[in-house]
T-cell receptor
Framework: NAGVTQTPKFQVLKTGQSMTLQCAQD?????MSWYRQDPGMGLRLIHY???????DQGEVPNGYNVSRSTTEDFPLRLLSAAPSQTSVYFC????????????FGSGTQLSVL | DAKTTQPNSMESNEEEPVHLPCNHS???????IHWYRQLPSQGPEYVIH???SNVNNRMASLAIAEDRKSSTLILHRATLRDAAVYYC??????????????FGQGTELSVKP
């Protein structure tokens, strides 16, 4: 199984550009989420989804959009990139909540100049 | 959202047991206690989880206090490969809340040869 796949692994943007970070899972997981991790910090939740067509905001949603049209995919869109969005982004999925364990992707390193 | 508190860092000697504490005094009855670890330059990986009873798996043991307001992750024989940041998080069983996970700073474990 591929698990959770994130693309690209690295990306450099100029301020004001837009882009989409891709996240796909092949485990038929209902729950998916996006986190950002700044240097020396823990993970902070951006957006999450508990099923296709259902999304909700996390701790730091400003500047990011998500949609969940299929169970497999959960893309994260940066509408107008800012230097403050320079970070490592992780996608995670799980079968459900509570006692279900999370599976993480390997991350996308994003730099905004 | 229930929060967790962990020491910022801990040190251990190789092949000795390590006890990583976590306080979660506002835990609710529907929260599971999860532990993840993050090796340098990687995404977090699942270690163990539990609800009320102590749990063992091939990686570690989880000891949960009787009042559930604290827990301890036990690595029975630390190896150099166990050097990582360890996160203790609470995961709700309720449908939508189960997707909303709050990571703290974690405990950075260093292992000396």
């Amino acid at each position: 199984n591929a698990g959770v796949t994130q693309t690209p692994k690295f990306q450099v943007l100029k301020t004001g550009q837009s882009m989409t970070l891709q996240c796909a899972q092949d485990m038929n997981h209902e729950y998916m989420s996006w986190y950002r991790q700044d240097p020396g910090m823990g993970l902070r939740l951006i957006h999450y989804s508990v099923g296709a067509g259902i999304t909700d905001q996390g701790e730091v949603p400003n500047g990011y959009n998500v949609s969940r049209s299929t169970t497999e995919d959960f893309p994260l869109r940066l509408l107008s990139a800012a230097p403050s969005q320079t970070s490592v982004y992780f996608c995670a999925s799980s079968y459900g909540g509570g006692g279900e364990k999370l599976f993480f992707g390997s991350g996308t390193q994003l730099s905004v100049l | 959202d229930a929060k967790t508190t962990q020491p910022n860092s801990m040190e251990s000697n190789e092949e000795e047991p390590v006890h990583l504490p976590c306080n979660h005094s506002t835990i609710s009855g529907t929260d599971y206690i999860h532990w993840y670890r993050q090796l340098p330059s990687q995404g977090p990986e699942y270690v163990i989880h539990g609800l009320t009873s102590n749990v063992n798996n091939r990686m570690a043991s989880l000891a949960i206090a009787e009042d559930r307001k604290s827990s301890t992750l036990i690595l029975h024989r630390a190896t150099l490969r166990d050097a990582a940041v360890y996160y203790c998080i609470l995961r709700d069983s309720f449908y939508n809340q189960g997707g909303k996970l709050i990571f703290g700073q974690g405990t950075e474990l260093s292992v000396k040869p």
